[in-house]
C-alpha cells in the first residue's frame, strides 16, 4: 500500500506582527498561526508568557534564518505592578506569599526609584522561566517545589517612561535590553520601595525596529482563514529584510554575489569599514547578511534562498 504524503504545507518567506493575545503561549500562538496560514515552516522570535500579550514577529521559511537578529534586538513593554503583594512567581499566575503597606508614595518618589535601575543592571532569571538546568526548565522545577542558585546577568534598562500611579497599581513603559525578565524587575522595582510588588499586566510594545501599531490581531487572521483567504492573510507578511532596515544595504554586482553565495568574502565598493550589513543582488533582490572583516572584504553570514 503506497503510504500517503503528508502534507508539508505552502513554502512562505517574511515576517509576520502578531498581536498575541491573552492566554496563549508563544509557542501555541506559533503553532496556530503555521497552521492557519498552512506554512511549511515558522518559527517565533522571543517568548511571551500567557499572562503578557502584544507584539511577537512570526518568521516564515527563510526569514526564520534572521530571527536570531530579532531574538537579540531591544524591546519595550508596558508594564503594570501591583504594589504591596508578593507572588512565587511574580506575575498574578501564582500564589501569594507576602502582603505589606504601601506608603502614600509621590510619583516624584516613584521615579527617583526608577530612576536607580536606568542603566546596565544585574538580574537574578526567576525560577519561573524557560532556562534550563541539565535540559529541564527552570519552570518545571519550580513547580515541584525546587529551587536551585541562578547566576546574576547584566542587562541594561535604557528607559522607563509613561509612569503613572493610581493607589497601589504602577504603571510605566519599560525600554530595555533582550534578556530582561520584567518580573524581576517589578519584583527589585518594590523591594526598593519597601512594600514588594508583582505584574499584573504586561503588553511588548516594541521589538527592534518594529512596533505593535503594525501588528494584526489573532482574531482577524482567524476571521479570514475561516474564510480561505490566503491572499488576504499574506497580505499582513513583509519582507524579511524589513527587520534588519536599520543596517547598511550593500548592492552586489553579479560577480559577488556568485562568490559570496560559495562562501566566499568579496569586496564591495563603498561598503561600511566594520558591522553587519544587508546584501542585495543588482537587481534588487535580498540575499542575506553579511559581516564586514578588519581587512574591509564582506564575509557572508546568512544568506537566503528566497526569490
Not at 135 to 146: C, E, F, H, S
Request: glycine letters at 8%; charged letters at 25%; proline letters at 5%.
Amino acid at each position: 500500500m503506497a503510504r500517503r504524503q503528508k502534507n508539508r504545507g505552502r513554502p512562505l518567506d517574511g515576517i509576520l506582527l502578531l498581536d498575541k493575545p491573552l492566554g496563549l503561549s508563544s509557542n501555541e500562538a506559533l503553532q496556530q498561526i503555521k497552521r492557519m496560514y498552512n506554512a511549511k515552516k515558522a518559527g517565533h522570535t522571543g517568548s511571551l508568557d500567557p499572562l503578557a500579550t502584544g507584539l511577537l514577529p512570526i518568521c516564515f521559511g527563510e526569514a526564520t534564518k534572521i530571527s536570531a537578529f530579532l531574538l537579540d534586538s531591544n524591546k519595550s513593554y508596558l508594564t503594570e505592578c501591583q504594589l504591596g503583594v508578593k507572588t512565587d512567581c511574580g506575575d498574578t499566575e501564582g500564589e501569594v506569599i507576602e502582603r505589606r503597606d504601601v506608603p502614600d508614595f509621590t510619583l516624584e518618589q516613584i521615579q527617583d526609584v526608577l530612576n536607580v535601575f536606568i542603566g546596565e543592571i544585574d538580574q537574578i532569571p526567576p525560577m519561573h522561566s524557560a532556562l534550563k538546568k541539565d535540559g529541564v526548565p527552570l519552570y518545571k522545577l519550580a513547580r515541584q517545589g525546587i529551587e536551585i542558585e541562578r547566576d546574576t546577568r547584566k542587562v541594561s534598562i535604557f528607559s522607563i517612561s509613561d509612569v503613572s500611579l493610581s493607589g497601589d497599581q504602577l504603571k510605566f513603559l519599560v525600554h530595555c535590553s533582550k534578556g530582561t525578565y520584567i518580573r524581576t524587575l517589578a519584583e527589585d522595582i518594590g523591594e526598593k520601595l519597601g512594600c514588594g510588588a508583582h505584574v499584573t499586566a504586561l503588553r511588548r510594545v516594541d521589538v527592534g525596529v518594529f512596533n505593535l501599531q503594525n501588528a494584526v490581531s489573532f482574531d482577524t487572521i482567524k476571521e479570514l482563514r475561516d474564510e480561505k483567504a490566503f491572499a488576504a492573510l499574506d497580505e499582513f507578511i513583509m519582507p524579511m529584510q524589513q527587520a534588519l532596515s536599520e543596517w547598511p544595504g550593500l548592492e552586489l554586482t553579479n560577480d559577488a554575489a556568485y562568490y559570496l553565495r560559495q562562501g566566499q568574502p568579496v569586496l564591495v565598493p563603498k561598503a561600511p569599514t566594520d558591522g553587519w550589513v544587508r546584501l542585495f543582488e543588482k537587481q534588487g533582490d535580498f540575499l542575506g547578511v553579511g559581516e564586514i572583516l578588519d581587512d574591509g572584504r564582506v564575509a557572508p553570514r546568512k544568506l537566503v534562498n528566497a526569490a
